[in-house]
């Protein structure tokens, strides 16, 4: 491979958004971050949304800034986001709404409704997706209450990368890796669980053609071209549009090793790569979910809270005038040490935005531990307990396949916190491999290139990671901490 190729890359989370080139050449790939954004969303008294247009927006000016630094042409353009939130789209392709935020509360009691319909074990032996309140399949059925109904206008559902896809493509497809975030795609079949999608009355027609990731959509539309600067024929590719799906394609493991994987960030999702779907009860009791991967994989993971206790604790400091880099709570946190107090990440509290310190320090007082209310405290009681929640879910992991988790690859921004990896290695007693930070950018060039050939294949394309980014490997040391302490973490989660 010693033809240059340019691919544009747009990776969107819950807060921001970057517009990356990546240049593959020689066995190597190399990025450029061209625009960065603020992820729109507006909150008010009746809700919680999206500023999708905003966003849009953004996207073009990342493609104007790719070609004022690379030229006009580029091998491709994907995008990957966030799951489960989607655009509503009118028979003349017109938005119906604002999009819901995953966020917002109108999901709060919607899945005893769901389950009166459908058995919670049903729904789990169909498409195996972890229940959480704000699964697409929840949002559609808190839709269906509403006085105004937007299901009966709408033409078709829009996750949020296909939504995107359109824009720049003009092709309405359901890329499989975002809609398997749904709670209503078949993990075996690759498609729409249509006979769940009948149960729950939904209509069939709001579901688009599922692809595969990798898929050619079309080129980028004439108008955008002329708009962008950037060369009309330039392919739309619907990449792994679900981030963590991209995120495991960074991955520069090898297939002789047993090993998993963590996306650290505002969420943390840890699992596994298999090359069939778990739908077992004991699967479903440790709530793991089988979401779409590259090349008929699937992705069996959790999904965990993430760093968005913190994010939340350090914007709620920030209001008070109290204003703290992410190095500076983590130098906080190391000079505190061990703390012995940790917080279960799935009480609902934790799921919403505002007040976080207090949250922690009344759930710490609710369930009689140390309280202290300075800042590194509160920054280890967090980290702590994201260190011993990855530790369960690994052993869970292994009750399930029956076989020893032997290192952990962590890629994402979380990485940056050393702090975190530390303890995650010293929890789970095996090596963390930690990098690179860039893991959705890097999987999303990557699916795009093997799609067009640039690359043979997966494996090539880990090799390639693995030749352009070095791992910082974080080997255990305190793990008899986690071992002495799990019972007591454990009381903390039953209580």
Avoid at 106 to 114: F, K, L, V
Avoid at 206 to 217: S, Y
Avoid at 270 to 281: H, K, N, V
Avoid at 396 to 410: F, H, N, P, Q, W
Wanted: charged share 25%; glycine share 8%; net charge negative.
């Amino acid at each position: 491979m010693n033809t240059e190729k340019n691919f544009i890359a747009f990776d969107l989370g819950a807060e921001s958004g970057r517009c990356i080139v990546a240049t593959v050449r020689d066995q190597r790939v190399r990025l450029k971050e061209v625009h960065r954004f603020t992820t729109h969303s507006v909150r008010y008294e009746k809700g919680f949304y999206w500023d999708i247009l905003g966003i849009y927006q953004e996207i073009l000016e990342g493609l104007v800034q790719a070609g004022n630094a690379f030229g006009p042409n580029f091998d491709g353009i994907g995008v990957d986001t966030w799951g489960v939130d989607y655009v509503l789209v009118d028979p003349n392709g017109r938005i119906i709404g604002y999009p819901y935020h995953y966020r917002d509360d109108r999901t709060d009691s919607i899945m005893d409704d769901a389950f009166r319909i459908v058995s919670k074990e049903s729904i789990y032996g169909r498409v195996g997706v972890q229940f959480a309140q704000f699964n697409t399949l929840f949002q559609l059925l808190s839709e269906k209450k509403r006085k105004s109904n937007f299901l009966t206008l709408a033409d078709k559902m829009l996750l949020m990368p296909d939504f995107i896809n359109y824009m720049l493509s003009g092709k309405m497809s359901a890329e499989f890796s975002i809609a398997s975030t749904t709670g209503l795609a078949d993990p075996i079949q690759r498609d729409w669980a249509w006979d769940l999608i009948d149960r729950f009355q939904l209509p069939r027609s709001l579901f688009p053609e599922m692809v595969e990731p990798g898929t050619v959509l079309g080129a980028l539309l004439p108008e955008l071209a002329r708009k962008t600067g950037l060369s009309p024929g330039t392919p739309v590719i619907a990449t792994a549009g679900h981030d963590t799906a991209s995120a495991v394609v960074s991955v520069p493991a090898d297939r002789k090793s047993n090993w998993a994987f963590l996306s650290s960030g505002t969420w943390s999702l840890m699992g596994i790569e298999l090359s069939r779907p778990i739908l077992t009860s004991r699967a479903m009791q440790s709530n793991f979910t089988n979401e779409g991967g590259v090349v008929g994989t699937t992705r069996f993971l959790k999904n965990i809270i993430g760093l968005w206790p913190l994010q939340e604790c350090r914007k709620y400091w920030s209001e008070r005038s109290e204003e703290y880099s992410y190095s500076t709570l983590t130098d906080l946190a190391e000079r505190e040490g061990l703390v012995s107090a940790w917080v279960d990440l799935n009480d609902s509290r934790f799921l919403k935005p505002g007040d976080m310190p207090e949250k922690i320090l009344a759930f710490l007082k609710e369930s009689k531990q140390t309280t202290k209310s300075n800042v590194g405290f509160i920054v280890d009681v967090i980290l702590e307990s994201l260190a011993f929640s990855y530790r369960r879910t690994r052993k869970e992991i292994e009750d399930v396949i029956g076989s020893r988790i032997e290192r952990l690859y962590a890629v994402g921004g979380g990485i940056q916190n050393g702090l975190l990896m530390q303890l995650t290695a010293d929890a789970l007693g095996c090596p963390v491999l930690a990098g690179p930070i860039e893991g959705a950018i890097i999987g999303n060039v990557g699916v795009q290139a093997i799609a067009t050939g640039t690359v043979l294949d997966l494996d090539e394309w880990r090799s390639i990671v693995a030749n352009s980014f070095q791992p910082k490997v974080y080997e255990p040391r305190e793990s008899r901490y986690f071992d002495e302490n799990e019972d007591a973490f454990c009381r903390i989660l039953e209580d």
